[in-house]
């Protein structure tokens, strides 16, 4: 128990000194990072102007209205922003292995996966993660009484996001020249989260809940915040330990 505790605190004091050591880098060049940021910012708030024209002429999408689904939106921005700015090679594993580059971290003394993951930061994901935040704040009622809860479940999907980027990146070992199957896949969890789950036929649903969870991203944790239940809070934390273990 102690050496686990201790080997706990080295972790986490290695994920931490990135993110402090990426973020004084990032600000050495203020312009570049706050364009980046701002260009992605912009981008997601594209993104929503389709979905506000779209509910001009439906008053709800399966049972999803415009509120629950910039809720959705936001809980998506936040996690994968949260995701790429801390573990900002959590989508680049494959091209890692294949280039060769893999060996540096293995040399070192920290854990080798989690040194891999946490040395870089994504620059643009800073907008991802500032323009869910405020999404949330700006649609949701009763948004300050719920931000904790919309943290949390912000937290769960980006680790679902780490987590699953690692799988599908993990295939180069076997594969050899996996980058553009797991860029694809992890392009692919991104865009089915953006979308209700209920939209989707039958079949669809059970991929976007088992091989590519795109659900547990997004539609379950944004109907945890229109209609909170311990046992689906439950589950959703379950599967989060699944993917990550």
Same mark, same amino acid.
């Given at each position: 128990?102690?050496?686990?505790?201790?080997?706990?605190?080295?972790?986490?004091?290695?994920?931490? !000194?990135?993110?402090?050591?990426?973020?004084?880098?990032?600000?050495?060049?203020?312009?570049?990072?706050?364009?980046?940021?701002?260009?992605?910012?912009?981008?997601?708030?594209?993104?929503?102007?389709?979905?506000?024209?779209?509910?001009?002429?439906? #008053?709800?999408?399966?049972?999803?209205?415009?509120?629950?689904? @910039?809720?959705?939106?936001?809980?998506?921005?936040?996690?994968?922003?949260?995701?790429?700015?801390?573990?900002?090679?959590?989508?680049?594993?494959?091209?890692?292995?294949?280039?060769?580059?893999?060996?540096?971290?293995?040399?070192?003394?920290?854990?080798?996966?989690?040194?891999?993951?946490?040395?870089?930061?994504?620059? #643009?994901?800073?907008?991802?993660?500032?323009?869910?935040?405020? $999404?949330?704040?700006?649609?949701? #009622?009763?948004?300050?009484?719920?931000?904790?809860?919309?943290?949390?479940?912000? $937290?769960?999907?980006?680790?679902?996001?780490?987590?699953?980027?690692?799988?599908?990146?993990?295939?180069?070992?076997?594969?050899?020249?996996?980058?553009?199957?797991? !860029?694809?896949?992890?392009?692919?969890?991104?865009?089915?989260?953006?979308? #209700?789950?209920?939209?989707?036929?039958?079949?669809?649903?059970?991929? @976007?809940?088992?091989?590519?969870?795109?659900?547990?991203?997004?539609?379950?944790?944004? !109907?945890? @915040?229109?209609?909170?239940?311990?046992?689906?809070?439950?589950?959703?934390?379950?599967? $989060?330990? !699944?993917?990550?273990?």
């Amino acid at each position: 128990a102690t050496y686990g505790g201790a080997r706990g605190m080295k972790t986490l004091r290695l994920v931490s !000194g990135y993110l402090r050591h990426n973020l004084m880098a990032a600000m050495a060049y203020r312009g570049a990072f706050f364009l980046q940021a701002f260009g992605m910012l912009l981008n997601d708030a594209m993104l929503l102007f389709f979905w506000s024209i779209l509910f001009r002429q439906l #008053p709800s999408l399966r049972g999803w209205d415009l509120t629950q689904v @910039l809720t959705l939106y936001g809980i998506v921005a936040f996690g994968f922003g949260a995701a790429t700015v801390i573990c900002g090679n959590a989508t680049r594993l494959a091209r890692i292995v294949a280039s060769g580059d893999l060996d540096y971290y293995l040399a070192l003394p920290a854990d080798p996966l989690v040194h891999l993951l946490v040395s870089r930061m994504s620059l #643009p994901a800073w907008g991802d993660l500032i323009f869910g935040l405020i $999404v949330y704040l700006i649609a949701a #009622p009763d948004h300050w009484t719920h931000l904790p809860l919309f943290l949390l479940l912000g $937290v769960l999907s980006a680790l679902i996001v780490v987590a699953f980027g690692v799988l599908v990146g993990s295939m180069a070992f076997w594969l050899g020249r996996a980058e553009t199957l797991a !860029g694809q896949l992890n392009d692919k969890i991104i865009a089915f989260s953006l979308y #209700p789950i209920d939209i989707f036929p039958g079949l669809v649903r059970v991929l @976007l809940y088992t091989l590519i969870p795109a659900a547990f991203i997004s539609s379950v944790p944004a !109907g945890l @915040l229109s209609d909170f239940r311990w046992e689906q809070l439950a589950l959703l934390v379950a599967f $989060v330990a !699944g993917i990550a273990a």
